[in-house]
């Protein structure tokens, strides 16, 4: 009965792996060991005043992202490049950028972390 248990739990660990590398799901940022594709779905998952999150890999991210008033967030870019095709932050609270990344906009000056 556990040999069974312990085959169907690596079958169903093989499948969602699979899962996200069939249908393009990307690790790109981290809160907290979660995993999310995009920065604004990693900010929807910090919860309180303030969090960080920490880019995984170099990664294309056009999602627009509001910092909220009072709420601290600090994306560290762990030595990773972000490419954006425009402006995409809105900061009414506090970001703080660091981790020797780099974060590319085609219509904005690179800026080096």
């Given at each position: 009965?556990?040999?069974?248990?312990?085959?169907?739990?690596?079958?169903?660990?093989?499948?969602?792996?699979?899962?996200?590398?069939?249908?393009?799901?990307?690790?790109?940022?981290?809160?907290?060991?979660?995993?999310?594709?995009?920065?604004?779905s990693?900010?929807?998952?910090i919860?309180?005043?303030?969090?960080?999150?920490?880019?995984?890999?170099?990664?294309i991210?056009?999602?627009?992202?509001?910092?909220?008033?009072?709420?601290?967030?600090?994306?560290?870019?762990?030595?990773?490049?972000?490419?954006?095709?425009?402006?995409?932050?809105?900061?009414?609270?506090?970001?703080?950028v660091?981790?020797?990344?780099?974060?590319?906009?085609?219509?904005?000056?690179?800026?080096?972390?």
């Amino acid at each position: 009965m556990k040999k069974s248990k312990l085959i169907f739990s690596i079958i169903i660990f093989t499948i969602l792996f699979s899962f996200q590398t069939v249908f393009g799901i990307e690790n790109n940022y981290s809160v907290n060991g979660s995993y999310y594709e995009t920065l604004a779905s990693a900010y929807s998952a910090i919860k309180e005043q303030s969090g960080t999150i920490k880019v995984e890999k170099d990664n294309i991210d056009n999602s627009k992202l509001t910092i909220a008033s009072g709420k601290t967030i600090t994306l560290n870019t762990n030595g990773k490049t972000i490419t954006r095709k425009s402006n995409w932050i809105i900061n009414k609270g506090n970001f703080i950028v660091n981790g020797n990344g780099t974060i590319q906009t085609e219509h904005i000056n690179t800026n080096t972390i």
